[in-house]
């Protein structure tokens, strides 16, 4: 209990110690276990605790990093210089080469996030909610504009840790430039608490993608939590599929050129359960397919039901040699039953199941059972912190 994993950008698994430094808190959203009203038992480490415990963890490899969040104690400003004095006691006096992500706080005093992403690998800003209405309804002292600030205040520290020395004022020749939060930021948003759709998230993920160069965007299941404001939060958590397709929306669209308005557009303001969104999106524009895999631009193999990016560039590579068939596209691991139907190759004209035939979605969709893993999946208490 309190180790996660996490997975790097290259594909590697690591283990991180997540906990908080404290679950008291002076703020009161509602949909926080750790509200100020909740009558949750309370406990608190010093940050000198923190630092102990990952040491000891480390040491025996059972972590390789360190994820700390907390509730707000006495001000912000106080809360952030706790969390920053962890980071760089580990780092200062310890010589910690392990992974940090701390989660910052908004109003916190720009020294104080200053102080925070000199130690950090990676800071995140929770913005919990994808609209003020919504704040103010369950998070009335959390401000959307304070919030987005505070992000761009973090990417523009970012901006200047990579430019190039000669660029910063005042640095002298042959100096590094400063370090600050390398691995990028990274924010939060709950979904299911309030009657947002999955177009309004995906159109606030979009907007702080391209306005902060957020590394992630995280997507929350709300769960129901004990002691609930009556009136104020569905008594029913979303299905946790719903979460899943909201993440491979988000993969879409930092990875696969999607914009948020193709794969949700006006009418369908939800993403569909049954299927994922890029086989949605295939069966809405059915007109674009059949793809010939020899002759494709990058950017269309791309939006090819059950063609990864791996995939795509190893096609790439391979038709420069010689023209693609169908037993190229099994050596490669490509889900057939998904990919043929929208592809021709040079042994096959056109497609196996013809796009026109009423019966495509349901020979696509996943059968039920292969999606009650979600249901039968553990929740996880709501918590604006973690």
Same mark, same amino acid.
């Given at each position: 209990?309190?180790?996660?994993?996490?997975?790097?950008?290259?594909?590697?698994?690591?283990?991180?110690?997540?906990?908080?430094?404290?679950? +008291?808190?002076?703020?009161?959203?509602?949909?926080?276990?750790?509200?100020?009203?909740?009558?949750?038992?309370?406990?608190?480490?010093?940050?000198?605790?923190? =630092?102990?415990?990952? +040491?000891?963890?480390?040491?025996?490899?059972?972590?390789?990093?360190?994820?700390?969040?907390?509730?707000?104690?006495?001000?912000?400003?106080?809360?952030?210089?706790?969390?920053?004095?962890?980071?760089?006691?580990?780092?200062?006096?310890?010589?910690?080469?392990?992974?940090?992500?701390?989660?910052?706080? /908004?109003?916190?005093?720009?020294?104080?996030?200053?102080?925070?992403? !000199?130690?950090?690998?990676?800071?995140?800003?929770?913005?919990?909610?994808?609209?003020?209405?919504?704040?103010?309804?369950?998070?009335?002292?959390?401000?959307?504009?304070?919030?987005?600030?505070?992000?761009?205040?973090?990417?523009?520290?970012? @901006?200047?840790?990579?430019?190039?020395?000669?660029?910063?004022?005042?640095? #002298?020749?042959?100096?590094?430039?400063?370090?600050?939060? /390398?691995?990028?930021?990274?924010?939060?948003?709950?979904?299911?608490?309030?009657?947002?759709?999955?177009?309004?998230?995906?159109?606030?993920?979009?907007?702080?993608?391209?306005?902060?160069?957020?590394?992630?965007?995280?997507?929350?299941?709300?769960?129901?939590?004990? @002691?609930?404001?009556?009136? =104020? *939060?569905?008594?029913?958590?979303?299905? +946790?599929?719903?979460?899943?397709?909201?993440?491979?929306?988000?993969?879409?669209?930092?990875?696969?050129?999607?914009?948020?308005?193709?794969?949700?557009?006006?009418?369908? /303001?939800?993403?569909?359960?049954?299927?994922?969104?890029?086989?949605?999106?295939?069966?809405?524009?059915?007109?674009?397919?059949?793809?010939? *895999?020899?002759?494709?631009?990058?950017?269309?193999?791309?939006?090819?039901?059950?063609?990864?990016?791996?995939?795509?560039?190893?096609?790439? !590579?391979?038709?420069?040699?010689?023209?693609?068939?169908? @037993?190229?596209?099994?050596? +490669?691991? =490509?889900?057939?039953?998904?990919?043929?139907?929208? =592809?021709?190759?040079?042994? #096959?004209?056109?497609?196996?199941?013809?796009?026109?035939?009423?019966?495509?979605?349901?020979?696509?969709?996943?059968?039920?059972?292969?999606?009650?893993?979600?249901?039968?999946?553990?929740?996880?208490?709501?918590?604006?912190?973690?």
């Amino acid at each position: 209990m309190g180790i996660c994993h996490s997975y790097t950008p290259d594909g590697r698994c690591v283990s991180l110690l997540k906990i908080l430094l404290t679950n +008291l808190c002076i703020y009161d959203c509602a949909y926080c276990i750790n509200r100020r009203s909740s009558s949750v038992e309370r406990e608190r480490f010093t940050p000198e605790e923190v =630092v102990r415990l990952t +040491l000891d963890f480390y040491r025996r490899n059972y972590i390789e990093g360190l994820f700390l969040s907390s509730g707000i104690i006495r001000s912000s400003d106080h809360t952030m210089e706790q969390l920053a004095r962890v980071a760089r006691t580990l780092r200062v006096d310890h010589g910690f080469q392990g992974y940090i992500h701390l989660k910052t706080i /908004p109003d916190a005093s720009p020294e104080l996030i200053a102080e925070a992403g !000199r130690w950090a690998d990676r800071l995140s800003i929770n913005v919990e909610l994808p609209s003020q209405r919504d704040l103010v309804a369950l998070a009335p002292e959390k401000d959307l504009v304070q919030i987005r600030s505070a992000m761009g205040g973090i990417r523009e520290r970012i @901006d200047e840790s990579k430019a190039p020395v000669a660029s910063i004022v005042g640095a #002298r020749r042959g100096a590094a430039a400063p370090r600050f939060a /390398p691995a990028g930021q990274s924010t939060q948003m709950i979904v299911g608490a309030t009657a947002a759709t999955d177009q309004t998230i995906l159109h606030a993920a979009s907007a702080l993608y391209s306005a902060h160069r957020l590394r992630r965007v995280y997507y929350s299941a709300f769960s129901p939590i004990p @002691d609930p404001m009556v009136g =104020v *939060l569905p008594l029913v958590a979303p299905p +946790l599929v719903r979460e899943h397709r909201l993440y491979q929306a988000d993969w879409l669209l930092r990875f696969y050129g999607f914009a948020w308005n193709e794969l949700l557009p006006d009418d369908e /303001p939800n993403l569909d359960l049954a299927i994922d969104p890029k086989l949605s999106w295939a069966l809405r524009h059915r007109e674009q397919f059949p793809v010939d *895999l020899n002759a494709a631009p990058r950017e269309m193999l791309l939006r090819v039901p059950g063609l990864g990016t791996k995939s795509v560039n190893r096609i790439i !590579r391979i038709r420069r040699w010689h023209r693609l068939r169908l @037993d190229d596209l099994m050596r +490669l691991k =490509v889900p057939l039953k998904r990919t043929l139907p929208f =592809v021709t190759a040079a042994d #096959r004209i056109g497609p196996a199941l013809t796009l026109d035939r009423g019966d495509l979605r349901a020979r696509l969709t996943p059968r039920p059972e292969q999606l009650d893993m979600f249901a039968a999946a553990p929740r996880s208490v709501s918590t604006g912190q973690l």
